[in-house]
């Protein structure tokens, strides 16, 4: 069974940082693109970062450039989101998510991610 | 950065009726990079087409999607009871991905 399970959310005050992790189970990371997207309290989705299969080719949403760091390492088949500088409206709940074709077709259960004093 | 709007905001049907809910890009998308989304409280979302108009595996035949341009439809042609929830669509036609601020549907 496919699974992506992500970790490493929390509670953290402004300015400061955390790291995300996704790990796949059920399938082989390194021959997917893989995306990151998040969704605020009683919000939409909001796409935040995406990854090729060899890291080549990495994109980021204007709201979180030059703050978070997208990462991934095939051979332990995990991804990161390495997220500095964190403000009140990074909180969110975070989603790794794969991509197949032109969806997003497998997707975690999500990180929740509080940015407050 | 390609701006995705969805129409209606809510939708208020019965089960059985008939769906219908529209996306529109701020610049013309190939169809191939256009996706819709379920999404129900307390869940992830669920991919249910790609490519504009290709149904994702073990999605029901009652879930289809058109369009081209900056025009695109989902159309749900019988709702069941498990279709009630919110729909988002999203483009990967550009280096940032967007997505749509959703549509819910809801019962009547």
């Known amino acids: 069974e496919v699974q992506l399970v992500e970790s490493g959310g929390g509670l953290v005050k402004p300015g400061g940082s955390l790291r995300l992790s996704c790990a796949a189970s059920?399938?082989?990371?390194?021959?997917?693109?893989m995306n990151w997207v998040r969704q605020a309290p009683g919000k939409g989705l909001e796409w935040v970062s995406s990854i090729s299969t060899g890291s080549n080719y990495i994109h980021y949403a204007d709201s979180v450039k030059g703050r978070f760091t997208i990462s991934r390492d095939n051979a332990k088949n995990s991804l990161y989101l390495q997220m500095n500088s964190l403000r009140a409206e990074d909180t969110a709940v975070y989603y790794c998510?794969?991509?197949?074709?032109?969806?997003?077709?497998?997707w975690g259960q999500g990180t929740l991610v509080t940015v407050s004093s | 950065e390609i701006v995705l709007t969805q129409s209606p905001g809510t939708l208020s049907l019965s089960p059985g009726e008939r769906a219908t809910l529209s996306c529109r890009a701020s610049?013309?998308?190939?169809?191939?990079?256009l996706a819709w989304y379920q999404q129900k409280p307390g869940q992830g979302p669920r991919l249910l087409i790609y490519?504009?108009?290709n149904r994702a595996t073990g999605i029901p035949d009652r879930f289809s999607g058109s369009g081209s341009g900056t025009d695109f439809t989902l159309t749900i042609s019988r709702l069941e009871p498990e279709d009630f929830a919110v729909y988002y669509c999203?483009?990967?036609?550009?280096?940032?991905?967007?997505f749509g601020p959703g549509t819910k549907v809801d019962i009547k």
């Open positions: 490519g504009a108009s």
């Open positions: 998510a794969s991509v197949a074709g032109s969806g997003l077709d497998h």
């Open positions: 999203q483009q990967s036609g550009s280096s940032q991905f967007t």
């Open positions: 059920g399938f082989t990371l390194i021959t997917y693109s």
């Open positions: 610049q013309s998308l190939s169809s191939s990079y």
